[in-house]
């Protein structure tokens, strides 16, 4: 599987954001899809994760300002960001586990809050 993210860039403290991630080759229905961010100096950590059945879980750190969605008609996910801290700058990665265990990941977009 091949996965594309868009949409990071530099928004202000209290701004929004909304991540794409289209992913192809891949059984993307079948599949958690999650969202993951590394920030300088930081290790990896997941931020939302979505089952092919519909459970949606969230990081403490973004619960009530992050949501995320599925298209599995589109093989997209989204990752819907509001009132952004400057802590929540990072490069946001998009993940596929298939049932076989298998994972792919895509290239990263980066996302800066910042005034």
């Known amino acids: 599987a091949q996965l594309v993210e868009s949409g990071g860039g530099l928004v202000q403290p209290g701004g929004s954001l909304r991540l794409s991630c289209v992913a192809s080759?891949?059984?993307?229905?079948?599949?958690?899809m999650g969202w993951y961010r590394q920030a300088p100096g930081k290790q990896r950590e997941l931020v939302a994760a979505?089952?092919?059945?519909?459970?949606?879980d969230y990081a403490d750190s973004v619960k009530g300002r992050f949501s995320m969605s599925r298209e599995n008609a589109k093989n997209t996910v989204y990752l819907q960001m509001n009132s952004l801290k400057p802590e929540d700058t990072a490069v946001y990665y998009c993940?596929?586990?298939?049932?076989?265990?298998?994972?792919?990941w895509g290239q990263g977009t980066q996302v800066t809050v910042s005034s």
């Open positions: 979505a089952t092919s059945g519909g459970r949606i």
């Open positions: 080759g891949g059984a993307f229905s079948i599949s958690t």
């Open positions: 993940n596929l586990k298939a049932p076989w265990s298998t994972e792919y």
